[in-house]
């Protein structure tokens, strides 16, 4: 495998093949990226007890703006930390609306120096 070898997330076998799935649409790779950081909580992974933006843990938080804000510094800060090489995150927005945490994210890939938006709904 080389540099740009890029797997599916969630990781997916190729039957055919005999080997892990891969993606070959370079956005859609980056959007799997986000979605890994911002669904990970910290300590699952192996070897990076800080990977993470641990989103799923406010499933138990109250619904607040406090919680909110308290998304919106996680989101920012895992993405910079661990795609900051692939992607400029330039603005998250949270919004609590009844049961739901409501993120949008604006960022740049590297890569292409194009913006690209991601819209994440957390169900609380």
């Given at each position: 495998?080389?540099?740009?070898?890029?797997?599916?997330?969630?990781?997916?076998?190729?039957?055919?093949?005999?080997?892990?799935?891969?993606?070959?649409?370079?956005?859609?790779?980056?959007?799997?990226?986000?979605?890994?950081?911002?669904?990970?909580?910290?300590?699952?992974?192996?070897?990076?007890?800080?990977?993470?933006?641990?989103?799923?843990?406010?499933?138990?938080?109250?619904?607040s703006p406090a919680t909110a804000s308290?998304?919106?510094?996680?989101?920012?800060?895992?993405?910079?930390?661990?795609?900051?090489?692939?992607?400029?995150?330039?603005?998250?927005?949270?919004?609590?609306?009844?049961?739901?945490?409501?993120?949008?994210?604006?960022?740049?890939?590297?890569?292409?120096?194009?913006q690209r938006f991601l819209n994440l709904?957390?169900?609380?």
């Amino acid at each position: 495998m080389n540099a740009t070898t890029r797997f599916n997330f969630p990781l997916t076998v190729n039957r055919a093949l005999g080997r892990l799935g891969q993606e070959p649409d370079y956005e859609a790779y980056i959007r799997q990226l986000i979605r890994q950081v911002l669904l990970t909580n910290q300590g699952e992974r192996i070897n990076r007890p800080t990977f993470g933006a641990g989103v799923r843990r406010l499933i138990f938080a109250p619904n607040s703006p406090a919680t909110a804000s308290l998304a919106q510094t996680l989101v920012y800060q895992a993405l910079t930390t661990w795609l900051g090489t692939l992607i400029r995150t330039d603005s998250v927005q949270v919004d609590s609306d009844n049961e739901r945490l409501n993120i949008a994210i604006a960022y740049t890939i590297l890569a292409k120096r194009e913006q690209r938006f991601l819209n994440l709904e957390v169900t609380l």
